[in-house]
């Protein structure tokens, strides 16, 4: 069994990825590396996915902005 990593994490500035970031998310998972996605403005639908995984189950915390700040606001 895979434990989760204490030191690293994945962070995923994310604008309206679409249904692709799940298959981002779910092979920056396999390692048991915790995971974050940053959704910076959303209009795609992404967010409510990525926020029902988070909720079923750990190791992945999603973050919303409310509108656009680019990429290194979402960093």
Known sequence: M???DRTHLV????????????????AAREPSTPVWVVVDGRT????????????????????VQPVN???????
Do not use: D, F, W
């Not at 962070?11 to 779910?26: C, E």
């Open 44 to 63: 795609a639908g992404s967010t409510e996915m990525l926020q029902a995984r988070a909720a079923a189950g750990r190791g992945l915390k999603v973050m």
């Open 11 to 26: 962070l995923i500035p994310s604008y309206n990825p679409g249904p692709g970031v799940q298959a981002t998310v779910r």
């Open 69 to 75: 700040q680019g990429k290194g606001a979402a960093v």
């Open 2 to 4: 895979t434990h989760p």
